[in-house]
C-alpha cells in the first residue's frame, strides 16, 4: 500500500508541470503551442526569457527532490528510486495536462543527485560541458542520459534494482528527445541563445 502511494504521489508531483502553468501566468500563452513546443525550461527560456526559465528549472528540480524524498521516507531507497522515476513519468506525461509535458531532464537530475549526489556531479558535468561547446542543450541531455546507466553498471555491478532505475531514467530521457536527434542528424537543431518571438 506505501508502494502505490509512493507512486500516485510521485506521479501527481510530477504532474504538474511548471513551464505550462508559468507560461499562463506570464504571458497568457500555452508553451506547447511556441517554439520547439516542449513544456520544459529550454523553451521557456527560449520563449519567455531569463526569469520565467528560471522559476521553471526552480520547480522542476524542487519536484524531483520532493517525490525521492517522499518515497524514501514511505518505502525506503527503493521507493525513492521508483518515486523518482514516477515523477520523470510524471513530467513528460502530465494527467493534468493532457498527458502532453517536457522531457523530464532537470526533474530527472534532481533525481539523480538525491540517489547519489556524487554520481549526479558527474553527470551533471558531462551534460553542461557538453552543452557549453556545442551550444547543443538536447545533446548534453541525450549524453549525460546515456552515460548514466554506464557509470552505474561500472560502479554498482551487483545492485540491479540501481542498474534498472538507471536504464529506466536514460531511455525515458532519450526517447523524448527523438525529435531532437533527428534535428541534430539533419542540422537544424536550436542552439542555446536562440530566441523565440510569442505573438
Request: with cysteine; proline share 1%; hydrophobic share 50%.
Amino acid at each position: 500500500m506505501k508502494l502505490f502511494f509512493t507512486i500516485i504521489i510521485a506521479y501527481l508531483l510530477g504532474s504538474i508541470n511548471s513551464s505550462i502553468l508559468v507560461s499562463r501566468l506570464y504571458a497568457n500563452i500555452d508553451i506547447r503551442e511556441h517554439g520547439s513546443g516542449n513544456a520544459g525550461a529550454t523553451n521557456t527560456l527560449r520563449t519567455l526569457g531569463k526569469t520565467a526559465a528560471a522559476i521553471v528549472l526552480f520547480c522542476d528540480v524542487l519536484k524531483g527532490i520532493i517525490s525521492v524524498i517522499i518515497g524514501r521516507y514511505l518505502t525506503g531507497q527503493d521507493g525513492a528510486m521508483i518515486a523518482g522515476i514516477f515523477a520523470v513519468l510524471g513530467h513528460n506525461y502530465p494527467v493534468l495536462f493532457g498527458f502532453k509535458g517536457g522531457k523530464g531532464i532537470l526533474t530527472s537530475i534532481a533525481v539523480v543527485f538525491m540517489i547519489d549526489w556524487k554520481v549526479g556531479i558527474i553527470v551533471l558535468g558531462v551534460a553542461l560541458s557538453i552543452m557549453a561547446v556545442t551550444r547543443y542543450v538536447s545533446l548534453g541531455s541525450i549524453i549525460g542520459a546515456i552515460i548514466y546507466p554506464i557509470i552505474i553498471i561500472i560502479t554498482n555491478h551487483e545492485n540491479y534494482k540501481y542498474i534498472l532505475f538507471a536504464l529506466c531514467l536514460a531511455v525515458l530521457a532519450v526517447y523524448r528527445h527523438r525529435a531532437n536527434i533527428r534535428c541534430l542528424l539533419e542540422g537544424t537543431e536550436s542552439k542555446l541563445g536562440s530566441k523565440v518571438n510569442v505573438k
